[in-house]
Structure formats: structure tokens, C-alpha cells
């Protein structure tokens, strides 16, 4: 890397690598930290993910472990208790606090996650619309409590079909804040993100994209099974066991948790329940990376990088240097 290329690098508010689950993101940025680092130009890393924020709740987000963080430093991860709620604009606050103490330091941030709302969040700023209304709120998850949340998203997809095509069925969180905005407003929530237009970032945005889908599935199943072998079923039920958590809340609601807690609810143990966790949350998390992929692939900015190539990380450093 010549002077000029470090200096350039300097002068960049950002690098971001965002990806679907599974795509090797965190290897990755570990890897591209190191080369930096390497030629005098030190690396933090930014989580750009919503479930990493939660603390207790390790083996299912494959929260970076202490050896991968003793690579790099990183933040945004163990901010909250999982009986609590974080925002995408709670993110962005957090985020560009974090960033600017890493530039303070001499550092580059690296933003690295799958969560593209955050993203979003980050380089569009932030949707002016309408504030929570606490009865309505109220009203909808009484609704919902009667008939079911799948059913609450055919009646989203009724008023505002855009965000519901978006939004997986079971997701309570979004459904109820669409809802929400949509009584209160008479205006589905999709017209208040379309009159913000869309910019390109500041920064250079890289895309980790499997040319072959079913690559990323195969990594899909065995992270899921390497989740499983590490104690994912006893993480969760160490997680109900406090009293104080259910299957409604966001940090519950995380691709895993939620499989095994209704895995659990069922009565099953053992290989029966290993069975069927890895085939529900396999499934879950497939659904999750297509939805991912689909936010990437909106994004005519992004610069691809094939995260099922034999060399992602020299095709990564060529376009950053």
C-alpha cells in the first residue's frame, strides 16, 4: 500500500462490510483489521447488529468470542439486558459516538453487521415519522394476543403490502410499529421512508454476496449445528430460568432463541429437540439471509465482494487500496 492509498485511508470516515448471517463477515473484518494494522493504519471494529447487543445471549448471535476480539478492539456488543429494547436510532447514536473516539484514536472504524435497518439508519439518518402512541400500541398486541401476529401481518399487508413483504410474519416488534404508524397516521410507514431519499455513504460500502446460493445455506446448517454442539439449548434455557424473560421480546425474538424456547415450550429434550431446532431454526435463519440479500441488493452503491470466492479478503484489500 503506497503513502498515498494509507493516506486516503486516513481521510475515510468508514469502512463498512455488511452481509447476509453466515457470510463470513466477522472472519473477514478481523482479517482486513489486521492488514491495516499492518501497514500503520489501526482498525476498530463497529457492530452493526442488533442482537449483539444484548448481553447473556453469546452462542446464538455467534457473538465474537474474547480470541477475536483480542484481534481487534470492537464495540456496540453486551450494551443491554435482554429484558430491555434497542432502537435503530439508540444505533446511530451509539455508533457514531463510538466512531468518533476510534477517529479521535487514529483509527479507522470498521462497521460490520447484517442488520440493514441500522445501516440504513446510519446513512439516510433517520424517518420523521409519526411518535409511538402508547393506546394504540396497546390495542394492536391486545389484538394480536387474540388472533396472532401472522394474522396481524396479513392485516399490515392489507394497508402498506411494501413493508409487509419485508417483514417475516412472526416479526411482533415491526408488524406493531407499522400498524402503529399507519392508525395514527392513516399513511402506511413505507411513504414515510420513500420522501427520504436515498444517499450513498460517506464511506466505502462493501457487500459480501455468495455467488452460490446454496453456499451459503451449507454454512447456514452448520453454523447452526456448531451452535447447537456448543450449548445453544442450554444458553436458553439458562435465559428462561431468570423469570423474567418471553417469547414477545425483541432479544427472544432472535432467529435461534426463539426456535429453541418454542422447542422447549413443546416439552421436547434431547435429540428430539436437537432435531427439530435445526431444521426450524436453519429454516429461520435461511429466510433471514434472503431478506438480508434483498436489502443489499437495493443498495446500487454497494460494492459486491463474492464471500464464496477462494480469495475474499485480496479482493476486498484490492478495492479498498
Not at 407499522?178 to 399513511?187: F, H, K, M, N, T
Not at 460517506?202 to 446454496?214: I, K, Q, T
Not at 429453541?260 to 429454516?283: F, I, K, M, N, Y
Not at 434472503?290 to 484490492?318: E, G, N
Request: charged share 20%; proline share 7%; glycine share 6%.
Amino acid at each position: 500500500m503506497s503513502a498515498a492509498g494509507l493516506d486516503g485511508l486516513r481521510a475515510l470516515p468508514w469502512i463498512a462490510l455488511a452481509g447476509p448471517t453466515a457470510s463470513g463477515k466477522t472472519a473477514l473484518a478481523l482479517d482486513l483489521a489486521e492488514h491495516l494494522a499492518a501497514r500503520g493504519l489501526p482498525a476498530e471494529i463497529v457492530s452493526v447488529d442488533s442482537a449483539l447487543v444484548y448481553r447473556g445471549m453469546d452462542i446464538g448471535t455467534a457473538k465474537p468470542t474474547a480470541q477475536e476480539r483480542a484481534r481487534a478492539p470492537h464495540h456496540l456488543l453486551d450494551l443491554i439486558a435482554p429484558t430491555q429494547a434497542y432502537s435503530a436510532a439508540q444505533f446511530v447514536a451509539d455508533a457514531q459516538a463510538a466512531m468518533a473516539r476510534i477517529r479521535e484514536r487514529g483509527a479507522l472504524p470498521l462497521l460490520v453487521g447484517g442488520t440493514m435497518l441500522y445501516f440504513k439508519a446510519l446513512i439516510d439518518g433517520l424517518d420523521d415519522m409519526p411518535p409511538s402512541v402508547p393506546p394504540l400500541r396497546a390495542d394492536i398486541e391486545a389484538q394480536a394476543a387474540e388472533q396472532g401476529w401472522a394474522f396481524m401481518h396479513g392485516e399490515l399487508a392489507k394497508v402498506d403490502p411494501v413493508t409487509a413483504a419485508r417483514l417475516a410474519p412472526l416479526d411482533a416488534q415491526r408488524i406493531s410499529r407499522a400498524l402503529e404508524v399507519y392508525r395514527a397516521s392513516g399513511r402506511p410507514i413505507s411513504s414515510f421512508h420513500r420522501e427520504k431519499k436515498a444517499k450513498a455513504p460517506e464511506g466505502p460500502f462493501f457487500s459480501l454476496e455468495p455467488e452460490n446460493r446454496s453456499w451459503l445455506h451449507e454454512r447456514i446448517n452448520l453454523r447452526f449445528e456448531q451452535m447447537l454442539q456448543a450449548g445453544l439449548v442450554a444458553e436458553v434455557e439458562a435465559l428462561r430460568a431468570r423469570g423474567d424473560l418471553n417469547i414477545e421480546l425483541p432479544s427472544m425474538r432472535c432467529v435461534g432463541y426463539r426456535q429453541v424456547w418454542e422447542a422447549l415450550d413443546a416439552g421436547l429434550s434431547g435429540a428430539p429437540l436437537r432435531r427439530q431446532v435445526l431444521e426450524t431454526g436453519s429454516a429461520a435463519t435461511r429466510q433471514l439471509a434472503k431478506r438480508q440479500l434483498t436489502w443489499l441488493r437495493s443498495m446500487p452503491w454497494r460494492i459486491s465482494i463474492a464471500c464464496d470466492a477462494a480469495q475474499p479478503l485480496q479482493a476486498l484489500i484490492s478495492r479498498v487500496a
